[in-house]
């Protein structure tokens, strides 16, 4: 419009998870992928002491999907139905692929006294929701300095670099962050589509102003993307290829069917009669998180 490319403003909603707020920019109504990254978190920042508050999420699961946890301040637990017990600390990145089933809990290590991360999922294209499910860990990822900034990769190709996270389709992400105001341009793939997550601070893009937990979505078509960032900005830059299949996002499932979806609830509230598809998670002491009732009829096959 008037020469200007429109860009799309997300806003979060906040919502209390395991008793830290957490700010959920997508899915929205208005966006709810870009290329198969469907779903963004941004927790805290918060402040606890020792003994008191932090985050404690039971024991729950997931079918179809990446989670995908950035950590920028504090420390958290992880522990899983294949038996992993990690420990995640600022600057390090875990990826869990649920697959055909698994269940995990995250709980704060108390004594850090803070937590500050992003939590995104990543859909597994249908060929490949039925994966079996894994666990990684990546406490090194490449990292360098670029027109004033402080830039990682977090996931795929990026001006020759690589990220050794394991991959499904076509993604990259980057964690940005500017000490000083400065303007970076970066190279953009026209086959992309990118989304822009403000952590901390503010930019502009173009003549659009983004603040803290607002995302801006740019569409595809760009052959490079520009920032202008204020001092203490923080930003995540997403993109993927465009994932043309319908998929649908239950709870903490994500299936290409209301019957997937369906059929792995049931399996885990029958998990005491002895269903074992997610496992259980030994090392949490707590109780099992129950879905609510799914919200469409289910038919029997």
């Known amino acids: 419009m008037d020469g200007h490319r429109l860009i799309q403003p997300l806003h979060a909603r906040t919502a209390d998870v395991g008793g830290i707020p957490v700010n959920r920019v997508m899915p929205q109504r208005g966006r709810r992928l870009i290329g198969a990254w469907c779903f963004l978190d941004h927790a805290g ?124 389709s076509p993604l990259v992400g980057l964690d940005i962050v500017s000490p000083d105001a400065t303007q970076l341009t970066l190279p953009a793939r026209t086959d992309f589509e990118y989304g822009v997550l403000l952590l901390e601070g503010s930019l502009t893009i173009e003549r659009d102003r983004f603040d803290t937990n607002e995302m801006a979505y740019l569409g595809s078509g760009l052959d490079e993307i520009t920032l202008a960032m204020e001092a203490g900005t923080r930003a995540l830059m997403l993109g993927g290829e465009p994932l043309n299949e319908d998929i649908l996002i239950w709870w903490n499932f994500v299936g290409h069917s209301k019957a997937e979806i369906a059929e792995a609830q049931k399996e885990w509230e029958e998990w005491e009669a002895g269903s074992d598809r997610f496992g259980d998670v030994p090392e949490f002491d707590g109780e099992r998180i129950m879905p609510p009732p799914i919200p469409w009829k289910v038919t029997a096959n």
């Open 45 to 168: 920042p918060a402040t606890f002491t020792v003994g008191a508050g932090g985050m404690r999420v039971g024991s729950h699961p997931h079918i179809g999907l990446q989670t995908f946890t950035w950590m920028l301040a504090g420390e958290i637990m992880h522990h899983d139905s294949l038996g992993n017990a990690q420990r995640i600390r600022p600057g390090e990145l875990n990826l869990m692929t649920a697959g055909r089933g698994i269940a995990h809990t995250e709980e704060s290590i108390l004594e850090s006294g803070q937590l500050h991360a992003a939590q995104l999922w990543i859909t597994l294209p249908h060929a490949t929701r039925h994966t079996s499910p894994r666990f990684d860990h990546y406490p090194d990822l490449p990292r360098w300095s670029e027109q004033g900034t402080d830039v990682t990769l977090l996931r795929g190709d990026f001006q020759g670099r690589e990220a050794p996270t394991h991959a499904f």
